[in-house]
């Protein structure tokens, strides 16, 4: 399965964009990559996904190069509520009986703080 | 949260007795699963389940058995817990082929 390498942490000024790395050089031409983030001790959120191209939804921007081997998750006018750890993470398939179903590989993530 | 509920919240149990953990969601989706989080390591896959009585192991699926006789609810029992498995435990539910959806999360403390 593929693995996902992201800084352990990062800071940002508020109103300024936050550009988050991921390496994913081992990812598969089918694993898609994915993002969560955790605040606090809430449970992980759903932020964006994408396969090869660029994605843009109303949270974020999700870059993928060209190759596929890294991304970076583009918060664009961060806020203090933006604090929290974010996951780069790659789906990959479960067993055939489990029908399309998919995994998530966690890693540890990137603690972002966000300050005033 | 696509209605999804975790209990308890928080627990405290002794080495050697059974505790199940439950989770329910209120909007008939085929998949569910059940991660624990720990320090140093991301969330890891306890055990999934794709239907009603159709589940299967994740990565870290001994100690841990799960049951779904419905399509709403989603258990997870330690037969006898042991102090590796105090953890935060993350229910998850998939919406189609894309976004999981998280519980709050319980935690469990092993003494």
């Known amino acids: 399965d593929a693995k996902t390498t992201q800084p352990t942490s990062m800071d940002c000024a508020e109103g300024r964009a936050a550009n988050l790395p991921c390496n994913h050089s081992?990812?598969?031409?089918?694993?898609?990559v994915y993002w969560y983030r955790q605040i606090h001790s809430q449970g992980p959120q759903y932020i964006i996904h994408g396969l090869k191209n660029n994605e843009t939804n109303e949270m974020a921007s999700l870059i993928i190069t060209e190759d596929r081997k890294s991304s970076t998750l583009i918060l664009p006018h961060a806020t203090l509520r933006d604090t929290a750890v974010y996951y780069c993470i790659v789906r990959v398939r479960l067993a055939s009986n489990a029908g399309n179903n998919r995994k998530l590989i966690w890693g540890l993530g990137t603690s972002l703080a966000v300050n005033p | 949260d696509a209605g999804i509920t975790q209990s308890p919240r928080h627990k405290v149990t002794e080495t050697g007795t059974p505790v199940t953990l439950r989770c329910h969601q209120t909007e008939n989706h085929r998949y569910m699963y059940w991660y624990r989080q720990d320090p140093g390591h991301g969330l890891r896959l306890i055990h999934y389940s794709y239907g009603v009585k159709d589940t299967d192991k994740g990565e870290v699926s001994d100690g841990y058995s799960v049951s779904r006789s419905k399509t709403e609810d989603f258990l997870l029992t330690l037969e006898s817990a042991t102090s590796s498995q105090t953890s935060v435990y993350f229910c998850?539910?998939?919406?189609?082929?894309?976004?999981?959806?998280f519980g709050p999360g319980t935690r469990l403390t092993v003494l």
């Open positions: 081992t990812i598969s031409g089918n694993e898609y």
């Open positions: 998850a539910i998939s919406v189609g082929e894309n976004e999981q959806f």
